[in-house]
């Protein structure tokens, strides 16, 4: 049975046919690039001997997200009678399919500024630039200079941008929704149209699913552009960015050098207090590792029987803990649970951004991995600017904690006073 496009993708298709300039913008997976190749399938049927092109940031992306996934999606179930027709060919190798009537369809990535200016020596009848949050304003400009409007034809030259939700800052929102030339800041006055979608817009995937998933699972910025609700703002002088945060899986506990866990504990222990840290953290030929790192609010007997499970199931060499402000009382209430327990007191001179700037800038030199996704962590990270004087990310202070002793062995107090 043939697919069938939903209401939303329909409207879509109608918006494209209205305006020279369409952005089709929303959440994951709401079918925004399939419909955008179903109707460039028809346009290049109906209208003879016109080229169209679809561009990513990457060709590698576009090959592997387009050429060998919606391409034959959409041929397989919007038009199967193609494959039978005479004339109707498709090129693994430039990746180029041709229809009968000589139209034209080309997959290219913007990865090279060379090739694709040499491709935009051919008059385009539509240019697609997917996944447009990570396409540069300059790749569109440089289209833009390339597509002049033919008088001779019966087709109207036009870009349509498929995206998720990106920050404000972005040339997107400054070109569509404020109308303004995203370098000058002048009003372009272009004809634009803009359409937005959600994931429940698609009917054929389970929407509630994959949001939940995002919500619980997936980091910040994932959460933000793919089941947000519009441009978001970005965290203006924020330690870590996205890109700072790699993965790595765990290897064999034994095959690290050292692992420490850190615990930031609340202060106080009623059900106002702030939630408790705890971090893990390897060193392994010079890198870091962040085995688990998280924050839970809990009585502080029953968080102190965690912390030594936890201590014994990583196999830790000591327990670090901050003196400040009477934190002594950590490694009494350590020993009481477990008297096996080399607790390691932290003396923090350095206000927490001065202790988190060297940290932060590990990350950036690739040095440290995440061994699976610590959503608690990784959002105090990109929000945390040190600017807040309230500000408290628990977790965060732990990592910091075990990372700066793993990086920098410092002599913190008397290792065996516990």
């Known amino acids: 049975m043939l697919w069938k496009l939903t209401k939303k993708q329909k409207e879509m298709s109608r918006l494209i046919d209205a305006h020279k300039n369409v952005l089709c913008i929303g959440q994951g997976r709401t079918g925004k690039s399939l419909l955008i190749v179903v109707k460039m399938f028809r346009d290049a049927i109906k209208h003879k001997n016109t080229n169209q092109a679809i561009f990513r940031n990457t060709l590698t992306s576009a090959v592997d997200g387009i050429w060998k996934i919606t391409i034959k999606e959409v041929i397989d179930n919007f038009f199967p009678a193609l494959r039978m027709m005479e ?32 491709l935009l020596s051919t008059q385009w009848m539509r240019c697609f630039i997917d996944e447009a949050q990570l396409v540069n304003y300059e790749h569109f400009g440089m289209l833009m200079t390339r597509m002049p409007q033919p008088l001779d034809v019966d087709y109207k030259v036009s870009f349509v941008f498929a995206a998720n939700w990106c920050p404000k800052s972005h040339w997107l929102k400054t070109f569509f929704e404020d109308g303004l030339n ?6 372009h006055e272009q004809d634009i149209g803009v359409i937005t979608s959600i994931t429940q817009d698609n009917t054929t995937i389970n929407a509630e699913e994959y949001l939940n998933t995002l919500n619980q699972a997936g980091d910040r910025r994932s959460r933000l552009a793919c089941a947000g609700s519009g441009f978001y703002e970005e965290i203006e002088g924020a330690l870590w960015e996205q890109s ?21 504990p609340a202060v106080s222990n009623t059900k106002s207090s702030d939630e408790h840290g705890i971090a893990i953290c390897a060193k392994i030929n010079g890198k870091y590792h962040v085995l688990n790192c998280f924050e839970i609010k809990k009585d502080v007997n029953l ?8 201590y014994h199931e990583y196999g830790c060499s000591k327990l670090l803990y901050e003196e400040n402000n009477g934190g002594n009382w950590i490694s009494s209430l350590i020993k009481n649970h477990d008297s096996k327990v080399l607790c390691h007191g932290i003396r923090a001179n350095k206000g927490k951004l001065q202790r988190a700037s060297p940290i932060a800038a590990l990350y950036k030199n690739g040095l440290v991995f995440h061994c699976r996704h610590f959503k608690q962590l990784e959002d105090q990270m990109l929000t945390y600017t040190g600017n807040n004087g309230s500000d ?25 006073r516990i």
């Open 182 to 187: 995203p370098e000058t800041k002048a009003p």
């Open 392 to 416: 408290s990310p628990n977790a965060l202070d732990a990592l910091v904690h075990g990372l700066d002793y793993l990086s920098t062995g410092l002599k913190y107090a008397d290792p065996n």
């Open 244 to 264: 700072d945060i790699k993965r790595i899986e765990a290897l064999d506990l034994k095959l690290y050098k050292d692992i420490v866990l850190a615990f930031d």
């Open 303 to 310: 968080i102190a029987q965690d912390v030594c499970k936890l």
């Open 87 to 118: 004339g109707f060919k498709i090129n693994e190798t430039t990746h180029t399919i041709t229809f009968p009537n000589g139209s034209m369809i080309t997959i290219k990535g913007l990865d090279n500024t060379e090739r694709v200016q040499k």
